[in-house]
């Protein structure tokens, strides 16, 4: 017979819970993120074309073969890719050398990736179940993968251009959404923290639900901008610039230092702020 488990060996049923909320927020997030909706797109198309041009051999199955066979795979690849792209962005890794990211991202996506479409196509296909023929796909492999992440950076880096807002008379609608310990101050920054938004002001600081994306398209009326993937800064927060190895570092009234990603700080230099 075997011993019942004890109860101590098990979190609580709240904590449990709350893991459970946290990790499906997380996933949440990762599906409704506009970069992942693009890159299906795009994994899609490509998918098409490797298909209609019979790419790397293929040419003599029928089309519907090919298309369900080439599709399928290039949008496997594209939610193993969102979901390492998504990790990776949230911990701001390699933000300011995107190209550098897109290399490491294949590289990492290749090696098991290949074992995936190896198995796909005997599966589908038939064949030799060998080691040489398994890497024989690799270059096959890298080479597409290498394309639909290039193409992934390229949409993205014309994505992340900052939108400059000059102070408007009417207050924007997410000072409404601050909490009630933080109204009547003046908002200095927004910080994306995973699913969350930490809430820089002259009353203190606190945490609030919500993305940075919907965030900074509520507060229109204060002049600011989204200084790096995690930030947006109002200007008059601003009281010290740093800058240095091509970066530049902005330090707040409240003394939180925020970085510039490359991607957003020739348009805010162009505009005067540093």
């Known amino acids: ?56 051999g293929s040419g003599a199955a029928p089309l519907v073969a090919r298309l369900v066979y080439w599709i399928g795979i290039c949008l496997l690849g594209a939610v193993f890719g969102g979901l390492l792209a998504f990790l990776i962005r949230r911990r701001a890794v390699l933000e300011d050398r995107p190209w550098m990211w897109a290399a490491i991202m294949t590289l990492w996506l290749s090696v098991p990736f290949t074992v995936v479409v190896f198995a796909i196509t005997v599966l589908a296909f038939g064949g030799d179940v060998s080691l ?10 890298v080479l597409v993968t290498a ?22 008379a009417a207050p924007p609608p997410f000072l409404d959404r601050l909490p009630a310990k933080l109204r009547g ?13 930490r809430l820089h002001t002259s009353k203190g600081q606190d945490l ?27 200007r008059a927060a601003i009281v010290d610039v740093k800058r240095g190895d091509g970066r530049a570092t902005l330090t707040l009234k409240d003394g939180s230092e925020v970085p510039v990603s490359r991607a957003y700080s020739r348009t805010l230099r162009a505009a005067g702020w540093f």
């Not at 040489?132 to 492999?141: E, K, N, Q």
């Not at 394309?147 to 408007?168: Q, S």
């Not at 101050?185 to 938004?197: F, N």
């Not at 609030?208 to 109002?234: C, N, Y």
């Open 1 to 56: 017979m075997s011993e019942p488990q004890s109860p101590m060996r098990q979190p609580p049923p709240a904590l449990r819970q709350s893991q459970a909320q946290a990790v499906r927020a997380s996933w949440m997030a990762f599906v409704k993120e506009r970069p992942f909706h693009r890159g299906l797109v795009i994994a899609a198309v490509a998918g098409a074309f490797l298909a209609l041009t019979g790419a790397f």
């Open 132 to 141: 040489t023929r398994l890497l024989g796909f690799y270059p096959s492999v």
């Open 147 to 168: 394309a639909i992440t290039g193409l992934n950076f390229l949409t993205y880096r014309r994505a992340v251009e900052p939108v400059i807002v000059e102070a408007d």
């Open 185 to 197: 101050g003046e908002l200095w920054a927004v910080e994306a923290e995973d699913h969350y938004l």
């Open 208 to 234: 609030i639900l919500m993305r940075l994306s919907d965030a900074v398209a509520e507060l229109k009326g204060i002049e600011g901008a989204q200084t790096h993937r995690s930030w947006w800064v109002a």
